[in-house]
């Protein structure tokens, strides 16, 4: 018996309407359920209902951070051409237009991790560059 391999896909999601851009659709949109739901649905739509069974029960979300919007997907490496094929075709999660970017695609979670927690340092340290730049601003000369 074989080993199974896996991929560790990390996706960020894009609203298509920046300007009705809420804290309120992101934690709708951004629940394990929902997504699962949608890719099901997808799946089953480009692929048929065996497959598209197949596909979307080898599908997992380990990780969702709704300030980044990103979310982590477990997924077999069988099936990561197909993963990749639904991400591209969803555009709308409850009515919501959005757009899936695929990041990063490893093969191990440490790698995956380590990914993850850099973007978050950059982004923490695009933050404090900001709130210095703006006390700076602030302080006459």
């Known amino acids: ?14 609203l298509k309407d920046e300007l009705v851009r809420t804290v309120d659709q992101l934690e709708r949109i951004l629940k394990p359920d929902v997504l699962i739901a949608k890719i099901t649905q997808t799946s089953k739509l480009l692929y048929g209902n065996i497959k598209g069974n197949f596909i979307s029960s080898s599908i997992s979300i380990s990780y969702i951070n709704t300030n980044e919007s990103l979310v982590l997907f477990h997924s077999r490496r069988h099936f990561l051409d197909e993963f990749l094929c639904i991400l591209s075709f969803i555009d709308k999660i409850q009515k919501v237009g ?14 995956t991790r380590k990914f993850i927690f850099n973007r ?13 730049s703006n006390r700076a601003q602030e302080t006459p000369s």
């Not at 959005?98 to 790698?111: A, D, F, K, M, N």
């Not at 978050?120 to 210095?132: C, G, H």
């Open 1 to 14: 018996m074989t080993r199974v391999k896996n991929r560790w896909i990390v996706v960020r999601v894009l």
């Open 98 to 111: 959005v757009s899936l970017e695929v990041i990063h695609v490893s093969g191990t979670l440490h790698q």
């Open 120 to 132: 978050i340092l950059d982004t923490l340290s695009q933050l404090s560059a900001l709130r210095l």
